[in-house]
């Protein structure tokens, strides 16, 4: 997989234009950081799920806009061969973190290899804005700011 | 630096919030003062800052642990350290039956007591640090460093009730305390200055709370949220067992808007505003709520205070003649895992025991070379009596967004429940409404944006499941998120020596070999009894709100106790009390009001442990006055 082909899977499972997930400058370097996670060996991704995954979005990826959700739902996400590997991408981006791929992420079974990818993947997480929110531990409002009604980013 | 063989006016061992504030108060009377701190030192936080400390932390390196722990519990920004350790949420797992202290009580075939393997300290401390004994876990923890647990409290700044004070007295329940609200009232002033409190006096003066002509606090009250607005306009007028639900904003330690003092200057301690970063535990980004390093920072710039970290004092001596204390030796290490390096005695005219309700009890029945009892222990009560402010924690989904993870953890909270009528026969509690969705009770966000995106296999196997995504994902995350909230009931706690207490532990040890605490922990009917009207209260508040219940089973479920038939999960507040408490005789308390040990002329015990009972404000704000009520004591002691 490559880090645009990343970018653009990424857009189409968490709902965020590949604009916003990467910028044309992004200082922080939030989708080559994520994207490394994909590469890390201790990460034990299975090569043939990831080159399926890799094959199957290169296959839909030029779906027009409005039928693309439909298609990925069918090849990706009910593909129980590659989407517990495609929600990993998810998390890599709503939260900044990595689930060992061979359990359920709720479950806490010891030892594993979940793991945060970085402070700024953390504080980057899509979750917290999704929201209206801020990461915990890291604000950037002013005092009292919680009183007003926050704008929520608009979901086209 | 070696300063065994320097004589101080005073030696403090605990260099957290009692430890500092204490330092601060004598040496701005001029007095000499060595701190012993067991814990790694804070960078600046030291005598002589050109002195290289071994290990050190500091804010930004606390920090870049919090982002990177996966469970992001109160501890999580602060390493172990296996020459001071201190508990964490795996020190709070349920304990099985067969645990029960008594064996007498095993039931028949039952397996025979579990003995814990701490043959090697570091495995096992990395499993929990207390020796659990139960039945019910101790669920509260602290921290062993410079400003000890303060890096990690909420910075509820509450003032104990009149009848707080007089348990006994007006409702036949435990033990008056030695003092009354009106001797405390002048040092809840200069507490909530040292702090720098921001609350507003009208709101405050509930349950016969009185404040001195023309008081205010030094900063404003902290604005309301979204959530506390909504409960409020839904609340205010209702009831619960003859208690107000009126919501009001909850005094804090965060910096807010200065206000003008009584003597006409505004107030200003130089640290920023509140920037709501809803992290106050386990650690605020900013240091725009107090910690203990503030007061301690100070007592240090009167250059009448020395502090040794990575001291573990583990023996008072005494002269057997005067009953005075003559010194307290104490280990030292090089490196959190390392070896100790060496033993050391610290000698003053006077010394205080400020190192947390339970350090500070086993350091004193450690003390038992001398005196088999332990040092102070003539009434019998050191170590007896821990208590806590047990929690239960209702949650669900409010009908409109109240848009939480903003602002402090929590800004308000209801306090009409706090005193009745009712505590003739159950526990009262405060009910402290939380910013932080389901963050507490349900993982949040984690937790339920796995189950929308990977929900859990009916047979909770690891086989992939199919999810959301997406478009979908995102609306869920709207619609669940805003709506998410929280309300926490911290319930009052009765000293039981019998049943809740800590002893050294004859057969574990850190890695320095000093003993780990031993806890044996219980609920009585009393406060089993106000958990009971918590859930009630939690269904009566849900229903006037049109809330869809979500309370269940919590992420940490390890406090877990039957009453009734019905099952409870008790989080711990972090609030330990009672453990060298105060009172008016020898016979049945640690220390006198002034928090001096009755048995020695020269020796002081202070913290949350000198409490006699726990009221349901949160302690820290009753710890500070207390504190100064103590220091008060000791300068006049000298002249």
């Not at chain 2, 996966?70 to 201190?86: D, G, L």
């Not at chain 2, 460093?145 to 003032?159: E, N, P, V, Y």
């Not at chain 2, 709520?289 to 970290?309: E, F, P, Q, R, S």
């Not at chain 2, 532990?505 to 000093?514: A, M, P, R």
Request: proline share 7%.
């Amino acid at each position: 997989m490559t880090l645009d082909e990343f970018v653009s899977l990424s857009a189409a499972l968490t709902g965020y234009p590949a604009a916003t997930l990467k910028p044309q400058n992004d200082p922080q370097q939030i989708s080559e950081t994520l994207f490394a996670e994909l590469s890390l060996a201790s990460n034990n991704i299975p090569a043939a799920q990831l080159d399926e995954l890799t094959q199957v979005w290169n296959s839909i990826s030029a779906t027009p806009p409005p039928s693309l959700p439909a298609a990925v739902q069918v090849k990706i996400i009910e593909n129980l061969a590659i989407t517990r590997l495609a929600q990993n991408i998810i998390y890599l981006w709503f939260f900044g973190t990595w689930y060992d791929l061979a359990k359920n992420p709720n479950s806490f079974t010891s030892p594993n290899i979940d793991h945060v990818v970085s402070p700024l993947a953390y504080t980057n997480g899509l979750v917290w804005g999704e929201m209206g929110a801020h990461p915990m531990g890291y604000s950037v409002g002013e005092y009292g700011y919680w009183a007003n009604i926050p704008t929520l980013p608009q979901i086209n | 630096m070696d300063n065994s063989t320097k004589q101080y006016d005073a030696v403090i061992v605990g260099g957290g919030w009692a430890g500092s504030a204490l330092a601060y108060r004598l040496a701005s009377a001029n007095k000499k003062v060595l701190v012993l701190e067991a814990g790694i030192a804070i960078d600046g936080l030291v005598t002589n800052p050109d002195e290289n400390q071994l290990v050190t932390g500091n804010r930004a390196e606390f920090m870049n642990d919090f982002f990177m722990a996966m469970a992001k519990t109160p501890e999580s920004p602060y390493v172990q350290n296996y020459n001071a350790p201190r508990p964490a949420v795996l020190d709070i797992q349920p304990i099985p039956p067969f645990t029960l202290n008594n064996p007498a009580q095993l039931p028949a075939g039952a397996p025979p007591p579990a003995t814990i393997d701490c043959a090697d300290p570091k495995t096992s401390i990395d499993k929990g640090y207390f020796i659990q004994r139960g039945p019910v876990p101790f669920g509260s923890t602290y921290e062993r460093r410079g400003g000890g647990t303060s890096w990690h409290w909420l910075g509820t700044s509450l003032r104990m009730l009149p009848n707080d004070f007089k348990l006994k007295t007006v409702y036949n329940q435990a033990v008056d305390w030695p003092i009354g609200y009106e001797d405390l009232s002048d040092y809840y002033d200069q507490a909530e200055f040292e702090i720098g409190v921001s609350a507003d006096v009208d709101e405050q003066q509930i349950h016969g709370i009185t404040f001195s002509e023309g008081y205010v606090y030094p900063m404003a009250k902290i604005p309301a949220t979204i959530l506390d607005n909504t409960m409020d306009a839904g609340l205010a007028d209702q009831t619960f067992d003859g208690s107000s639900l009126k919501v009001t904003g909850t005094p804090a330690g965060r910096n807010g808007v200065p206000n003008q003092m009584k003597n006409g200057e505004f107030y200003d301690n130089g640290r920023r505003q509140c920037q709501g970063n809803t992290n106050c535990t386990p650690i605020c980004p900013i240091q725009a709520k107090y910690d203990a390093t503030v007061t301690m920072a100070k007592a240090l710039m009167t250059g009448n205070v020395d502090i040794i970290y990575q001291a573990v004092a583990t023996n008072i001596t005494l002269d057997m003649t005067t009953m005075e204390v003559t010194g307290v030796e104490y280990k030292t290490y090089e490196t959190t895992g390392g070896p100790c390096t060496g033993t050391f005695t610290a000698t003053g005219t006077k010394y205080i025991v400020a190192a947390h309700a339970i350090e500070a009890a086993k350091l004193l029945l450690m003390s038992n070379t001398q005196i088999p009892a332990g040092v102070a222990n003539y009434s019998g009560q050191v170590g007896k009596n821990l208590m806590d402010h047990p929690m239960y924690l209702g949650w669900g989904l409010m009908p409109k967004p109240v848009y939480p993870f903003r602002g402090p953890l929590s800004t308000s909270g209801i306090e009409g429940t706090r005193d009745g009528a009712f505590r003739s026969e159950r526990a009262s509690f405060r009910i402290e409404i939380g910013n932080e969705g389901w963050n507490w009770p349900g993982g949040a966000p984690y937790n339920q944006v796995i189950d929308m995106v990977s929900p859990m296999p009916p047979d909770q196997s690891g086989a992939p499941t199919v999810g959301i995504f997406g478009t979908a994902l995102r609306q869920s995350i709207q619609s669940n998120f805003t709506r998410q909230f929280r309300i926490g009931f911290l319930i009052e706690q009765l000293p039981d020596a019998d049943n809740c207490y800590i002893v050294p532990s004859k057969t574990c040890f850190d890695n320095l070999g000093v003993p780990r605490p031993e806890i044996y922990y219980d609920f009585d009917v009393y406060t089993m009894e106000g958990f009971k009207a918590a859930a009630a209260a939690t269904d009566f508040i849900f229903n006037t709100l049109g809330v869809e219940n979500n309370t269940g089973v919590p992420v940490g479920n390890g406090g877990v106790f039957e009453y009734e038939g019905v099952k409870y999960y008790a989080q711990g507040a972090g609030h330990v009390m009672g453990t060298h408490r105060m009172g008016t005789t020898r016979d049945d308390s640690v220390t006198d009001a002034n928090m001096k040990s009755w048995d020695h002329d020269n020796l002081y015990i202070v913290g949350c442990g000198s409490m006699p009972t726990t009221a349901t404000s949160n302690p820290t704000l009753t710890m500070t006055a207390l504190a100064f009520k103590a220091a008060d004591a000791i300068i006049q002691s000298f002249a």
